[in-house]
């Protein structure tokens, strides 16, 4: 009995798995196709000063207008396409795009604007090249210096070589500044981020989503500010949604703030037209 039922339960699993890679495959294909047939965009979020008057930043988020299924977050689709080999191609494809908006806000905006771009850990590669194209493609638009900034995850930078460290270096001589993302659900150190050259620090949403409540948050964020700044390290709290977490935040003297409380994400046309123009 107990073989018959061990056999019954592979051939259970052995379809499931079956079942699930042809799903996998088939949304491979329909990244492809996506790209192809230009079903990317980016959504802008404002990110404040903390005074909370003037824009400074727009973190550029993908969208994935499908045809079926509608508009499609980024966490339906990145973890995969970084498994697949994909995250290059949308990748390569963010890049070009975000330069181009970045243009053209600055051409509109009186003050800079700069653009705040995700990138995986695996589109950083040892050869360089990945640095290489941002600095070509800066210097083809013209970006003006410091319009850009590249988003990278602490683990990208975990155990990093002295290779990296020169990638990184390169792209500050070009003006091009650099922002540790979700700072504090990694392992590493600020002293350790220093040395790498890093600009902004972009604190967790989860230690902000209920500063309001826990002193324990209210410490840490604290603390990681303070010792940012003494390393000459600006921060951006992300995922504010209150006015109390806002006026803590400003209190603390956190440099910039991003959340649902200014804005949620945005079309690139609304962006413009409510962030921009005058
Ligand atoms: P992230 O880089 O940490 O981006 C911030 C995420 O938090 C965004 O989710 C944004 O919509 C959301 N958010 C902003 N303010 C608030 C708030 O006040 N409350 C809440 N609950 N959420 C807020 P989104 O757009 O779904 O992006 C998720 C993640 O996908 C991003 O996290 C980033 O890791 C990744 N991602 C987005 N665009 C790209 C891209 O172009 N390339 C790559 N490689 N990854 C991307
Ligand atoms: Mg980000
Ligand atoms: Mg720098
Ligand atoms: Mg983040």
């Given at each position: 009995l107990s073989k018959k039922k061990g056999r019954n339960r592979y051939e259970f699993f052995s379809y499931s798995i079956e079942e699930k890679a042809t799903e996998k495959r088939k949304l491979i294909e329909e990244i492809k196709l996506g790209l192809k047939e230009s079903q990317f965009e980016l959504y802008y979020q404002p990110i404040f000063s903390v005074d909370g008057k003037s824009i400074t930043k727009a973190e550029a988020l993908i969208r994935w207008n499908h045809p079926q299924k509608g508009l499609i977050g980024p966490n339906e689709f990145i973890p995969m396409a970084e498994k697949n080999g994909l995250i290059s191609d949308i990748g390569r494809w963010v890049k070009s795009q975000a330069i181009q908006d970045c243009t053209l806000f600055n051409k509109i905006s009186k003050r800079l604007i700069q653009v705040s771009v995700n990138t995986s850990p695996?589109?950083?590669?040892?050869?360089?090249e990945w640095v290489e194209q941002w600095i070509q493609a800066s210097e083809q638009f013209n970006?003006?210096?410091?319009?850009v900034l590249i988003e990278v995850t602490e683990n990208t930078l975990m155990g990093t070589d002295s290779e990296i460290k020169r990638q990184l270096k390169r792209l500050s001589e070009f003006q091009i500044d650099v922002a540790i993302d979700d700072?504090?659900?990694?392992?590493?150190?600020l002293a350790y981020l220093q040395r790498l050259d890093i600009d902004i620090l972009k604190i967790d949403r989860s230690f902000i989503k209920d500063i309001e409540k826990n002193d324990n948050s209210i410490a840490l964020v604290r603390a990681i500010i303070t010792m940012a700044h003494n390393l000459n390290v600006e921060v951006v709290a992300e995922g504010v949604e209150k006015q109390e977490q806002y006026m803590l935040l400003k209190q603390m003297q956190c440099d910039y703030i991003q959340g649902y409380y200014f804005s949620k994400p945005v079309s690139k046309k609304v962006f413009v037209s409510e962030f921009i123009e005058e």
């Open positions: 695996l589109e950083i590669d040892r050869s360089g970006l003006p210096g410091h319009s700072f504090g659900v990694g392992y590493s150190s």
